[in-house]
């Protein structure tokens, strides 16, 4: 079973601008891009960074350290130095316009 939790209202995300937001001690990134919501766990798997501080680019983030981007569909890595890919997390959003609920379960990787 999976339990979504709102994280945040569509109006607090900013066209690829990450938010960071926790879930159950779970951090995570979230991403508004290309009209769609995505879900990636916060933490970069070369090293502890926080891949929200990174820039976001077709569909993709960027660790700001040393350059691997993940893919925010898959987690997975484009390319080194980063090898092995990040939790990605089912994300549901609630109602309709600025004030529609973002949800996103950490039970449950996607
Ligand atoms: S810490 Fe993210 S690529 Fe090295």
Request: aromatic share 6%; glycine share 8%; charged share 25%.
């Amino acid at each position: 079973m999976s339990a979504f939790v709102r994280v945040a209202s569509l109006a607090e995300l900013e066209e690829d601008t990450p938010k960071r937001v926790e879930v159950d001690g779970t951090p995570i990134s979230l991403v508004r891009t290309a009209g769609e919501v995505f879900a990636i766990y916060d933490i970069c798997s070369h090293a502890n960074v926080s891949l929200s501080e990174g820039e976001v680019e077709d569909c993709a983030i960027e660790c700001w350290l040393h350059g691997s981007s993940f893919d925010l569909r898959t987690g997975k890595p484009s390319g080194l130095p980063a090898t092995q890919p990040v939790p990605v997390y089912p994300v549901k959003i609630e109602g309709e316009g600025p004030d529609a609920a973002v949800l996103v379960s950490v039970t449950q990787e996607s």
